[in-house]
């Protein structure tokens, strides 16, 4: 049995109090905290003491009073810290600065075709440094950057293991930090959008993010926590098969729904970038046209193959997720049209965070953390 000291329980105590704050999303009366969580006003006012000397309270006014003195109405210091989140692209390289509350700061994007070398790991970290003048980011409040890679990070190794669909197999993880003058984690990109869209979920319902991008992939986060598999592979959507014989994908096998719904086929496919297959869209391209609405098919075959099997919301994160908004009334439609039971297909949203959610869940894993330390 763990036996804890009293400054343990304290700790405890007060790391209880300030998650119960941040929950709360608005300001909250001592009365408030000592009630829901059970413990007593000298207590939570010893909390709520520690909390402001380490600056990670705010107090944004009153509330009316019944009687007496007027409670204060307590909140959440949300720029107390900060923290980066670096999705590492085939041809670019995307960051982002969150809060702690995971609102989004500033975010950026700067071409760099990925390559897994000296070269590539000092741009980023020069990438990362400009990112943080330009925004005027406060170092002595940053709490790390996090790295999305489109992989399975190893860290035992120093690598990830990059998917088929990435120029390099291996990336250097050690190299790639080297340069880069603050604590450095490094996430899945699935993993990590599947965590920001997670963290902005207030009632932890079980949630599917499809994270749509060149490759596909997604996370799974069932009866309040992320869902992996026994083997690691829970969630690669992507090589689900839609067409028996089919397409061949990048990973050896063919039909796959990655094969048909990879953003390479809005774009690189084509010659032209995502943004112009859209802009070609918007202005009615007979050919672009066609193309979409058999994107479309495959997407919501995709979709509605993961939604019967664990009928549950489904969140579209990745590349995609910054296009697909004006387009969800015809994906829903789809969907309702081919699912087996009674949809509208409104269980399929798009991520809050968009494009960004993958550097935001990346940036989010410091964030966590410093939240497991108060
Ligand atoms: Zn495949």
Redesign the pocket.
């Known amino acids: 049995m763990a036996t804890y000291n009293t400054a343990e329980l304290r700790r405890q105590n007060r790391n209880r109090v300030f998650r119960y704050i941040y929950s709360s999303g608005n300001p909250v009366t001592k009365q408030d905290i000592a009630q829901a969580l059970n413990l007593s006003l000298p207590t939570v006012g010893q909390d709520l003491k520690e909390l402001q000397e380490a600056d990670l309270l705010e107090f944004q006014g009153t509330f009316d009073s019944t009687g007496g003195r007027k409670p204060r109405a307590i909140g959440i210091a949300n720029n107390v810290r900060y923290s980066i989140g670096v999705y590492i692209g085939h041809k670019r390289i995307h960051m982002a600065c969150i809060n702690i509350r995971a609102q989004l700061l500033c975010s950026q994007r700067v071409s760099r075709p990925l390559t897994n070398d000296e070269e590539y790991a000092r741009f980023l970290a020069q990438a990362i440094e400009d990112f943080i003048q330009i925004n005027n980011i406060d170092t002595s409040r940053l709490l790390g950057v996090g790295i999305a890679v489109a992989g399975v990070p190893q860290p035992d190794k120093g690598v990830v293991t990059m998917s088929p669909v990435q120029p390099v197999t291996e990336l250097d993880m050690n190299l790639l930090a080297s340069h880069i003058p603050y604590p450095v984690l490094f996430e899945n990109d699935a993993n990590a959008g599947g965590l920001a869209t997670w963290w902005v979920n207030p009632e932890k319902k079980n949630m599917i993010y499809l994270f749509l991008h060149r490759g596909i992939g997604g996370t799974m986060l069932l009866g309040g926590q992320p869902y992996h598999g026994s083997t690691l592979h829970g969630g690669e959507f992507?090589?689900m098969c839609l067409v028996p014989g089919g397409e061949a994908?990048?990973?050896g096998?063919k039909g796959?729904f990655?094969?048909y719904c990879s953003t390479k086929r809005l774009s690189e496919d084509l010659g032209i970038s995502i943004e112009e297959f859209f802009e070609g869209l918007q202005k009615g391209s007979e050919e672009y046209q066609k193309i979409w609405d058999s994107y479309l098919d495959y997407l919501a075959i995709g979709i509605n193959n993961i939604h019967i099997v664990l009928d549950c919301q489904v969140v579209l994160g990745g590349l995609l997720a910054g296009y697909i908004g004006p387009y969800l009334p015809e994906l829903r439609e789809r969907l309702s049209k081919i699912s087996t039971f009674e949809t509208d297909g409104s269980y399929c949203t798009v991520s809050t965070f968009g494009y960004w959610s993958t550097c935001v869940g990346a940036a989010l894993n410091f964030v966590s953390r410093f939240m497991d330390e108060i």
Do not use: I, T
């Open positions: 992507g090589h994908c990048g990973c096998q796959c990655e094969a």
